[in-house]
């Protein structure tokens, strides 16, 4: 699972659909692979446009990547600055989680993680 897919995954709990905290899930316990990608710099700005700027600034940490700034790149300072550009394509692009768990921060429910597939079939009395 790429971390680029964290910034569109929320809770799946129905007490949780209506909870700010559902978003963006945490991950934790979790490895960490990086697959070499051509950068595509087109593409890359046209995803940014759509991730939501302070959960991808979270998970970024919890990862353990470097401090991302506080706002979103434009795209003039994405095609200015390579070093910036270079850093979001590794953390998005080439960056997976295999194995480990991803937390709902209002409900506490753990996503195993596996292979890198999340689990988000949910027992009976959650759905």
Not at 17 to 29: G, I, R, V
Not at 56 to 69: A, H, K
Request: charged share 20%; glycine share 4%.
């Amino acid at each position: 699972m790429k971390v680029l897919t964290l910034n569109f995954l929320t809770c799946a709990v129905k007490a949780c659909k209506t909870s700010a905290d559902s978003f963006p899930l945490h991950p934790q316990d979790a490895e960490l692979v990086q697959d070499e990608i051509e950068i595509n710099p087109e593409l890359l700005i046209n995803v940014l446009r759509r991730v939501d700027w302070t959960a991808l600034r979270t998970t970024s940490t919890e990862l353990g990547f470097p401090d991302l700034p506080e706002q979103a790149p434009t795209t003039e300072e994405l095609q200015s600055n390579e070093t910036l550009l270079k850093d979001l394509h590794h953390l998005l692009m080439e960056t997976q989680i295999t194995e480990g768990k991803l937390v709902c921060a209002h409900c506490g429910h753990e996503y195993a993680v596996r292979e890198g597939i999340a689990n988000f079939l949910l027992p009976s009395h959650l759905v």
